[in-house]
């Protein structure tokens, strides 16, 4: 579809939802529908407007229409040795850029690079209003105020329909490298915030049963000098376990699909182990904690669960499966709800983009 068209074709349905007191599912590829809480409305598909609009491999630098699928800018990255190193993903074949941002989703790299919205430099936005905001640009230092380009990194498209992204790449490492260790869950908790404190090349991490496996990345020397300080055995299929842990493919996430609940678990890297029932698997050096939940008693158990995550000084968010009636992300201080609601009513002031998706009133 002609860009032009696109963008008159989807100012006029959002027109037509705010007269109508309607609502609006924004849904590219439909990848992550899941994610979140239950949405509804008629659909605003993003599909049509897509396309790099600008890519410079010198600059670091890739600007893609919303509706652009991950995989053609990987597969253009890749021919220039670079990559969205925050390893966003993507969850199915249609997953797309716009979705990728809303989302906020990074993948086993995290810990070393950032999350995705580090990496966000300038956005365009279509609000409720049908007007077409441009926020950041290119390049690192060109934001003044605030940075609404970063802001809608994990929005899941409550503020507007956003229609392009600039986002910073970077080079491939030029050596990699994966070790695993025989460890409890303690003494990999323990290890990885004592390797973290060292200049070693760990770029991602993962514990789970009994074996802690790391990923090394960067200059050639500094890969091999870690790999004599830390020992451990060689990783033979070493780009398959990464792939199954960003894409949730991983053994441990089979779990999930059959109904029982994953919940994502953010504490502090250094938190002690959690007394929770049920199956886990750590990544970012501690950071993140995936729980498979096996309690029936859903209600009392997922309360146990945030207030335990909640007392070691983290947040936890239902992420697949269980009973999502009573919340999937983390309640909201009441000074940090009316900022939300403000910034609400300011983007979408007649509440027609994804109803209900983070939160039942928003």
Same mark, same amino acid.
């Given at each position: 579809m002609d860009p032009q068209q696109f963008k008159e074709q989807a100012r006029a349905q959002i027109l037509q939802a705010a007269a109508d007191h309607g609502?609006?599912? $924004?849904? *590219? *590829?439909?990848?992550?529908?899941?994610?979140? #809480?239950? $949405? #509804?409305?008629?659909?605003?598909? &993003?599909?049509?407007?897509?396309?790099?609009?600008?890519?410079?491999?010198?600059?670091?630098? $890739?600007?893609?229409?919303?509706? &652009?699928?991950?995989?053609?800018?990987? /597969?253009?990255? =890749?021919?220039?040795?670079?990559?969205? %190193?925050?390893?966003?993903?993507?969850? *199915?074949?249609?997953?797309?850029?716009?979705?990728?941002? @809303?989302?906020?989703?990074?993948?086993?790299?995290?810990?070393? +690079?950032g999350a995705l919205r580090d990496f966000v430099l300038g956005a365009v936005l279509m609000d409720g209003k049908g007007d077409v905001l441009h926020f950041g640009g290119q390049v690192m230092k060109n934001v003044a105020g605030y940075d609404v380009s970063r802001l809608l990194a994990g929005s899941l498209g409550t503020l507007g329909l956003i229609l392009e992204a600039s986002i910073k790449v970077l080079p491939l490492p030029v050596a990699v490298s994966s070790r695993r260790f025989a460890m409890n869950e303690a003494e990999a908790i323990r290890n990885l915030n004592q390797w973290g404190g060292q200049?070693?090349?760990? /770029?991602?991490?993962?514990?789970?049963?009994? @074996?802690?496996? !790391?990923?090394? =990345?960067? %200059?050639?020397? %500094? +890969?091999?000098? @870690?790999?004599?300080?830390?020992?451990?055995? !060689? +990783? /033979?299929?070493?780009?398959?376990?990464? #792939?199954?842990?960003?894409? #949730?493919?991983?053994?441990f996430f089979a779990g999930a699909a059959t109904g029982k609940a994953l919940w994502r678990l953010s504490v502090p890297s250094t938190a002690a182990p959690l007394a929770l029932?049920?199956? &886990?698997? $750590?990544e970012w050096g501690g950071a993140q904690r995936w729980l498979i939940s096996d309690s029936s008693a859903a209600a009392i158990h997922d309360a146990a669960i945030r207030d335990a995550v909640s007392g070691a000084g983290g947040h936890a968010t239902l992420f697949r499966g269980g009973d999502k009636s009573a919340g999937v992300f983390q309640p909201l201080a009441p000074a940090v709800a009316r900022i939300h609601r403000h910034l609400k009513a300011g983007f979408d002031p007649s509440a027609i983009f994804n109803i209900g998706r983070m939160y039942p009133d928003f």
């Open positions: 609502a609006l599912e $924004i849904r *590219g *590829g439909g990848s992550k529908h899941w994610y979140g #809480q239950k $949405i #509804q409305g008629e659909v605003l598909d &993003t599909r049509g407007y897509s396309g790099v609009i600008d890519y410079e491999p010198t600059e670091l630098v $890739i600007t893609a229409r919303c509706g &652009t699928p991950l995989s053609e800018i990987e /597969a253009l990255l =890749a021919l220039h040795q670079q990559m969205l %190193a925050f390893e966003p993903p993507h969850f *199915g074949s249609g997953a797309t850029l716009g979705g990728m941002l @809303a989302s906020g989703l990074s993948g086993p790299s995290r810990q070393a +690079v200049p070693l090349p760990v /770029a991602a991490s993962c514990w789970h049963d009994g @074996a802690l496996t !790391i990923r090394l =990345a960067g %200059a050639e020397a %500094a +890969v091999r000098a @870690a790999e004599q300080k830390l020992g451990g055995d !060689i +990783v /033979a299929d070493a780009g398959e376990f990464w #792939q199954a842990l960003r894409e #949730q493919t991983h053994s029932s049920g199956s &886990t698997l $750590i």
